[in-house]
């Protein structure tokens, strides 16, 4: 098996608009777990950049991320080059990790009533506090009627 060099990575984390707690739950996660290295970190405006030396299990800790924090997540690839070997295409992979500012139990002012977050996905489920009925919204209507 040949090793990489120091600086060698197959994939980005784009973490933004995370807090400290964020942060250190993916280092450490990625220590804990042992399957991959950060290879480089860049200090962005709004985040951070981390260069992971494994693709896949890049894409793992961005599912594990998104089930733990609340946040929208996409993953993204790009053809980097081929395998000078198999020939096979070598992809790049940029997992980037947007953290909203919402949780369980908040209370959204909507132009309709109150209503309370039940559960945080893909969508936003809310229950309205007047009629007790569920419904759901997206990240993105959830995130307007924030005061």
């Known amino acids: 098996m040949n090793e990489k060099h120091a600086e060698y990575f197959e994939g980005i984390l784009q973490?933004?608009?995370?807090?400290?707690?964020?942060?250190?739950?993916?280092?450490?996660?990625?220590?804990?777990?042992?399957?991959?290295?950060?290879?480089?970190e860049k200090?962005?405006?709004?985040?951070?950049?981390?260069?992971?030396?494994?693709?896949?299990?890049?894409?793992?800790?961005?599912?594990?991320?998104?089930?733990?924090?609340?946040?929208?997540l996409v993953v993204s690839m790009r053809l980097h080059s081929?395998?000078?070997?198999?020939?096979?295409?070598v992809y790049r992979v940029t997992v980037l990790f947007r953290a909203v500012p919402l949780h369980v139990g908040q209370v959204l002012?909507?132009?309709?009533?109150?209503?309370l977050i039940l559960r945080i996905g893909k969508n936003v489920q809310?229950?309205?506090?007047?009629?007790?009925?569920k419904m759901m919204m997206t990240i993105?209507?959830?995130k307007k009627w924030i005061r």
């Open 82 to 89: 081929r395998d000078r070997m198999t020939h096979k295409a």
């Open 109 to 115: 002012t909507t132009d309709e009533g109150a209503r």
């Open 43 to 72: 200090i962005m405006k709004q985040g951070y950049d981390l260069y992971l030396s494994d693709q896949h299990y890049l894409q793992a800790l961005g599912r594990k991320l998104n089930e733990k924090f609340p946040g929208e």
């Open 15 to 40: 973490l933004r608009d995370v807090d400290q707690t964020v942060y250190d739950w993916v280092y450490d996660t990625i220590e804990r777990d042992g399957k991959a290295t950060v290879a480089k």
């Open 140 to 142: 993105d209507q959830a």
């Open 126 to 133: 809310v229950q309205d506090l007047a009629s007790g009925k």
